[in-house]
């Protein structure tokens, strides 16, 4: 199984940015690719982003043009760069890993918390 700890959160003001990191260890052979998700309070967890191993992205569609995953691959590490940000993307988030049929082989963190207020 793969190990994934996120970090990176913590308060922000409209307008402002942050970056998120995700450091994965165990299987990491196994992982094909890796993304980040979000969960808001009283809310679904909702996709964000992943990225393969050959590092094509792939964004949910509401995502578009603030955020930015990308990929260390010597660091084990993935982040994802979070501009312009909203009250309503205050959320926890989490960072995930997908073996190469699709599949999640990771169990979910605690995530980092974004809180994003004046």
């Known amino acids: 199984q793969v190990q994934l700890v996120e970090s990176g959160g913590g308060l922000v003001q409209p307008g402002g940015s942050l970056r998120l990191s995700c450091l994965a260890s165990?299987?990491?052979?196994?992982?094909?690719?890796m993304g980040w998700y979000r969960q808001a309070p009283g809310k679904e967890r909702e996709l964000i982003a992943i990225?393969?191993?050959?590092?094509?992205?792939n964004y949910a569609a509401s995502m578009k043009g603030r955020f930015t995953i990308s990929r260390d691959d010597a660091k084990n590490t993935v982040y994802l760069q979070m501009n312009s940000l909203k009250p309503e993307d205050t959320a926890v988030y989490y960072c995930t890993a997908r073996n190469r049929f699709g599949a999640r082989i990771n169990e979910w963190g605690q995530g980092t918390q974004v809180t994003v207020s004046s």
């Open positions: 990225i393969t191993n050959d590092g094509s992205t």
């Open positions: 165990g299987s990491i052979f196994s992982v094909n690719a």
